[in-house]
């Protein structure tokens, strides 16, 4: 079956960078798109950014272009997501979600989250 | 910004049928898709491409899309049924979602 398993939690100091990975199995990692998502706490969905893995194109929401960037390694069959310069109000839940399309685009499979804190 | 709009809380009584609203102007040139959420948990696909359903979502879930509005609906909700509900559109290739729904079966 399809899962998607990412990495713990993670602790920052503001201005740091944090890296979270989703490590997929149960289908062939290049033939969809990964997409990340995050949910600061009691708030709703935010998208930001995904990823081809198999011609590793990819696009940043505009309020997180220069701040993220979203790479693949189809060997280990995992995508990693990096967020720069973290200040307090990216405290979130970061979700990977692969997005299925056929015949429409949706997100048909999620990772568990990984709770990324930003204090100082 | 292209932008989705859902009520923040909708309340149903047990058996009763609940609808849950997202309007945006995606949606009137799209697809819809509709997301489960319960507290500490992963979101879940509930119906895409407006009204289908997932393997083993129950069928009860339904779903439309007429305009710009697209509507989820659970036929005898059940008290499982509690959850914070997402919409979720397209805007070229980037995903755009609704402020989620908080629907309280009581």
């Known amino acids: 079956q399809v899962q998607l398993v990412q990495s713990g939690a993670e602790v920052k100091k503001p201005g740091a960078s944090v890296k979270v990975s989703c490590k997929a199995s149960g289908y062939t990692f290049p033939n969809t798109a990964l997409h990340w998502v995050r949910q600061a706490p009691g708030q709703g969905l935010e998208w930001m950014g995904w990823i081809n893995t198999g011609t590793n194109n990819r696009k940043y929401s505009q309020k997180l272009q220069g701040r993220i960037t979203i790479t693949r390694d189809t060997s280990a069959s995992s995508a990693f997501m990096e967020l720069s310069s973290l200040r307090s109000e990216d405290t979130a839940v970061y979700y990977c979600?692969?997005?299925?399309?056929?015949?429409?685009?949706?997100?048909?499979?999620w990772g568990q989250g990984t709770l990324v804190t930003v204090s100082s | 910004s292209s932008e989705l709009t859902q009520p923040p809380s909708v309340s149903v009584s047990p058996g009763q049928t609940a609808s849950i609203t997202c309007s945006g102007d995606k949606l009137g040139v799209g697809y819809g898709c509709w997301y489960q959420q319960k507290p500490g948990q992963s979101p879940v696909l509930v119906i895409y491409q407006d009204n289908k359903r997932p393997s083993g979502i129950p069928e009860r879930f339904s779903g439309s899309n007429s305009g710009n509005t697209a509507t989820l609906t659970i036929s005898g909700t059940q008290a499982m049924d509690e959850a914070d509900y997402f919409c979720?559109?397209?805007?070229?290739?980037?995903?755009?979602f609704g402020g989620g729904t908080k629907l309280t079966v009581l």
């Open positions: 979720q559109a397209w805007d070229s290739d980037t995903a755009i």
């Open positions: 979600a692969r997005e299925w399309r056929a015949p429409y685009p949706r997100f048909d499979h």
